[in-house]
């Protein structure tokens, strides 16, 4: 995200916001406000192949002889614009919220069904085919203070939300 120009582009990392959600929180790892929209990005350090549909609840993930499947990222990154939404939209009705999915360290993407999954590069050429300013520097940066005044600093929220998070994904109350 550091090769977006940042006199249109400013970029939250590790945001931790309010959600009404299966938690009370939920966690974003990329928000880039800019004078095009708001991107909402999901970073996934899954290896291998993944494999998945737009409409599935769970991917696959295959690298050497293991399988494994995790959640569909687009309806965890659905939850993120949610939130995203809640905080902007009262002062900005129009702002246009978009989800990236990322996947760096991939070697194969077969997702059917959405042209948002990629890896870092794909997805930085996307954001930037985005030209059409819609969003004044202003209020741009208006946007961008609402989402890092709400970001969650205290530790214990954080460690609060990794616990919840854990027991959804895995259906059971997991020690942290």
Known sequence: LAELDPSHY??????????????????????????????CIETKSHRGWIFGNANDQYWRQIIYKYKGEFYNPLRQNYVHVKALEAL?????????????????????LKINGTDIVGNGRDTIAKIKTYTNSVISDIDRDRMFQILADANIHDKESRKLHIKNTREIKYGVRNPL
């Open 88 to 108: 902007v939209r009262p002062q900005f009705p129009n702002a246009p919220i978009y989800s990236f999915i990322i996947f760096p360290s991939a070697d194969k």
């Open 10 to 39: 400013r970029v939250l990392d590790d945001l931790l916001l309010p959600s009404s959600g299966n938690t009370s929180s939920t966690q974003i790892d990329h928000v880039v406000v800019s004078n095009y929209g708001i991107f």
